[in-house]
Structure formats: structure tokens, C-alpha cells
T-cell receptor, first 117, second 112 residues
Framework: GAVVSQHPSRVICKSGTSVKIECRSLDFQATTMFWYRQFPKQSLMLMATSNEGSKATYEQGVEKDKFLINHASLTLSTLTVTSAHPEDSSFYIC?????????????FGPGTRLTVT | GNSVTQMEGPVTLSEEAFLTINCTYTATGYPSLFWYVQYPGEGLQLLLKATKADDKGSNKGFEATYRKETTSFHLEKGSVQVSDSAVYFCALSITGRRALTFGSGTRLQVQP
């Protein structure tokens, strides 16, 4: 089946620094990828839609200057958390759709746990 | 807008017990419905799905039927195992290419 990877799986950074998280579709191309955030024991909340060749689309309340998204190629999207603060600590998950016609399935990466100290 | 409501957990069952996790939804249009499972320390995995009314999704002994009249997609399993302990998320998507709307998740703990 289709595989989506994320790197790193865990990262600890100091407050005020920036962190880059990569999401790759390993065996298929994805013109669109999605970034979610999951707080402990809570659901996944969509942050933004990453679009290859154009700007990302952010959900209401998500700061686009803080969470920079770049869809560099058909297999790679990156999320950069800029000037990280402890409240940015969370589990970040990406997904990519694969399919054709009217039938698609979302494939999720394993997630990246960010801890800001 | 779209939303998914799940029963709150945690749900604690003994091995071989019957499981039901309730899920209801509101959506504009005709959504596809999904159940995802997240095992401890792992990412989300698709458990089953249904794309139209009256469809039944099934996998690994789990089942869920798309009920348009009650806007529900309840997850059931006749006999749970310890290895089923995980967090279960109900989700919908209006089209497969779009992002999913998730419920809050229900933690299942199965005791031997």
C-alpha cells in the first residue's frame, strides 16, 4: 500500500528556535497534502492544506507566518514552526490522498512529536 | 459545516466482550465515512470505510454501517481482544481528495 513518511519522528527544541518537519509520499505523487495537529488525548485538527506549486491554504485561527508550509515537489511537503514556543508542543501529522476518479483514500504519516522547552 | 461526534471514552472492556463505539455526523453534501485506529506510539491507520448510505465497512472483525437516516456510523466488534486496545477515530470527508474531519477519538482498553 501507499506509504507516507515524516521526519523527524521526535524533536526537542528551545523556545525561539525554528523546526522543520518533512512529509514525504514514498511511492506516489501528491499535489495536495494536509497538515494536522493533535494535542494529547484530543482529536486531529486540520491546520492547513499544502498545494504543490501554489500557496498553502490555512484553516481559520492558524498563523501562516508561524507555520510555514512549502510543497517543494510532488512528493514532499515541509512544515516549519518558526519562533517556537512551549504552547506549540504537539503531535503533528501529515496526510496525502491517493486515488482516481471519485475514489480517494488518505494516507497518514506516523507523526512528529514536537517538544519546545 | 461538517462535524463528527463520538462517544467519550475511555471504554474499558474485558476480553471477548462486545464493543460499540457510537459516531454521528453532520455534513453538507454526501460524505464518505471512516474509522481510523491509532495504536500506542503509532500513526493513524485506516480501519474501515463506507462511501454511501447502507454500505457496511468491515475489517479485522470490526464493522460499521453507514446510516443516512440517523446520520450514524457506529463501530462494532463482536469479541474484542487485548490487542484491540487503541484510540479509535471516526471521520468524514466530502470528497476523497479533501481533508478529513475527525471526531474526538475514543480510547478503548481491553483487559485480559
Amino acid at each position: 500500500g501507499a506509504v507516507v513518511s515524516q521526519h523527524p519522528s521526535r524533536v526537542i527544541c528551545k523556545s525561539g528556535t525554528s523546526v522543520k518537519i518533512e512529509c514525504r509520499s514514498l511511492d506516489f505523487q501528491a499535489t495536495t497534502m494536509f497538515w494536522y495537529r493533535q494535542f494529547p488525548k484530543q482529536s486531529l485538527m486540520l491546520m492547513a492544506t499544502s498545494n504543490e506549486g501554489s500557496k498553502a491554504t490555512y484553516e481559520q485561527g492558524v498563523e501562516k507566518d508561524k507555520f510555514l508550509i512549502n510543497h517543494a515537489s510532488l512528493t514532499l511537503s515541509t512544515l516549519t514552526v518558526t519562533s517556537a514556543h512551549p504552547e506549540d508542543s504537539s503531535f503533528y501529522i501529515c496526510s496525502a490522498p491517493l486515488g482516481a476518479g471519485g475514489s480517494y483514500e488518505q494516507y497518514f504519516g506516523p507523526g512528529t512529536r514536537l517538544t519546545v522547552t | 459545516g461538517n462535524s463528527v461526534t463520538q462517544m467519550e471514552g475511555p471504554v474499558t472492556l474485558s476480553e471477548e466482550a462486545f464493543l460499540t463505539i457510537n459516531c454521528t455526523y453532520t455534513a453538507t453534501g454526501y460524505p464518505s465515512l471512516f474509522w481510523y485506529v491509532q495504536y500506542p506510539g503509532e500513526g493513524l491507520q485506516l480501519l474501515l470505510k463506507a462511501t454511501k448510505a447502507d454500505d457496511k465497512g468491515s475489517n479485522k472483525g470490526f464493522e460499521a454501517t453507514y446510516r443516512k437516516e440517523t446520520t450514524s456510523f457506529h463501530l462494532e466488534k463482536g469479541s474484542v481482544q487485548v490487542s484491540d486496545s487503541a484510540v479509535y477515530f471516526c471521520a468524514l470527508s466530502i470528497t476523497g481528495r479533501r481533508a478529513l474531519t475527525f471526531g474526538s477519538g475514543t480510547r478503548l482498553q481491553v483487559q485480559p
